[in-house]
């Protein structure tokens, strides 16, 4: 750490601000305290420069909400770190403070090692953030990071990538690789600026974006594997909105040669645009005897496969899955692929409407399952709502949404899908619009 450094401790309580300027005479290399309310803030921040801010909430209090957010978009103090003391604040308002870009928490009352430890874990990280910015300033300068948007430039695309994939592998490390463009559907009247802000937020800050092309991104996932690359790929769509999405290829960094994995990119991603907000996952499987002689590319679109065998010598004989027989291999790849879309789609989405079902206070009756034929259903006396997905073993998922009273039904919907396109927010759609309806016929009844 530096030699000396500075904190500024922001409360409405001069209790608070006394109680903790007295433990932080214990930490070493601290050259100034100062102290302020939170409506006085700018006047400190005229007259201090801080290392560390610890801003004290009490009762979800907005008006230091409100702070962080000021803080964070200052040109000088946003990448400054912030200590969030929380005294009775609820669980949305934590959550909320580090949506707005607190670095740490802590709890009331205060122990004196636990605050010491998180001061100065806050001092290291402001050192390194102002050590990224140095270096961020200078390879701008030469043209490495693009001024504008602050991401790697088209020109070095292929140096960075390779350099960070070299990175991954010599330590051993997961990571993935998104290859992202906007739909169609994305307003041609938005500059590249707009969608990259948009896949600047929807990150970590030690994950990276790099141009390849007009319209085509490459973002560097650390320490990531796929199920976290879906997250992130979900999280973009989501800050898109409702009118248009993304589109998107994966690969998982593993032993693939740098050639490869842009190749298995640039097929999934074509393959991905014909539909909207769609990942397509391309694994890529070595061994000695298929080195020379071609790969299985494994595609799976919004976390389900779609199979193709692709030979590299000859690109042009390539046959789709779809337009040959399913042998045994391919029908095994399709049920992996369907496992897949079981854990990271539709158990989620299950968990996640009983919680809001729960959360109703409303006395319904809940039953899910999750296998080759998935259930959720809920029911309140003679009335009851399912949807039914069951697998045809191989590429299909029949859809079934019930409503019934006293055994007779209201609504039932059948449809066969293709499960590659059964994402989060399509089963999501699914699930909230039957629950909605079963509510207000519920309602009317009552």
């Known amino acids: 750490m530096a030699d000396v450094n ?3 401790i922001i409360s409405d309580k001069q ?3 006394s109680q903790i300027s007295q433990k932080l005479v214990l930490l070493r290399n601290l050259d100034k305290v100062a102290s302020c309310t939170i409506e006085e803030v ?5 007259t201090v420069n801080p290392n560390v801010i610890i801003l004290h909430c009490v009762n979800n209090n907005v008006s230091a909400l409100n702070l962080i957010k000021k803080i964070k978009k200052h040109e000088n103090y946003g990448n400054v770190p912030i200590l969030f003391v929380n005294e009775n604040c609820s669980r949305e308002t934590v959550i909320e403070a580090f949506d707005n870009g607190v670095s740490d928490i802590l709890f009331m009352p205060v122990i004196d090692y ?4 998180r001061v100065i874990w806050c001092l290291q990280k402001n050192e390194t953030a102002m050590c990224i910015e140095s270096r961020t300033n200078f390879l701008t300068t030469l043209g490495i990071v693009q001024s504008e948007s602050g991401v790697y430039s088209q020109k070095y695309c ?3 990538l390779k350099n960070e994939i070299t990175q991954t592998k010599k330590y051993s490390q997961k990571a993935c690789l998104l290859l992202i463009s906007p739909d169609k559907k994305y307003p041609d009247c938005k500059n590249p600026q707009d969608f990259i802000a948009v896949l600047k937020k929807s990150i970590r800050l030690n994950d990276s974006i790099v141009i390849k092309d007009l319209d085509k991104y490459y973002v560097y996932l650390q320490k990531t594997k796929l199920n976290g690359a879906y997250s992130v790929f979900e999280r973009i769509n989501q800050n898109l909105g409702i009118d248009s999405g993304a589109n998107a290829g994966v690969v998982e960094i593993q032993e693939q040669k740098f050639e490869d994995i842009v190749e298995a990119l640039e097929a999934a991603l074509e393959k991905a645009s014909e539909n909207t ?3 397509i996952v391309a694994s890529d499987f070595y061994s000695n005897t298929t080195k020379n002689s071609g790969y299985i590319e494994q595609s799976i679109q919004n976390t389900g496969d779609t199979v193709s065998q692709k030979s590299v010598k000859n690109i042009n004989q390539t046959k789709s899955i779809q337009n040959t027989a399913f042998d045994k291999n391919s029908i095994k790849l399709f049920n992996q692929a369907y496992n897949r879309k079981l854990r990271v789609v539709v158990e989620p989405v299950f968990r996640k409407y009983e919680s809001i079902l729960k959360i109703k206070g409303e006395d319904f009756a809940i039953n899910s399952y999750v296998g080759n034929k998935s259930l959720f259903s809920v029911s309140s006396g003679t009335m009851s709502a399912s949807i039914l997905l069951e697998y045809d073993g191989i590429e299909h998922t029949t859809v079934r949404l019930t409503i019934t009273e006293n055994d007779q039904k209201r609504l039932f919907e059948t449809d066969v899908i293709d499960f590659t396109v059964l994402d989060y927010r399509k089963l ?3 699930l909230s619009e039957l629950i909605d309806k079963f509510i207000i016929i519920l309602k009317k009844r009552s």
């Open 158 to 160: 292929n140096e960075f």
């Open 15 to 17: 209790e608070f601000i």
């Open 114 to 117: 636990e605050l010491l430890i």
């Open 6 to 8: 500075t904190v500024i």
């Open 277 to 279: 907000n769609s990942l």
């Open 428 to 430: 999501s759609l699914m």
């Open 42 to 46: 700018q006047s400190v921040f005229d």
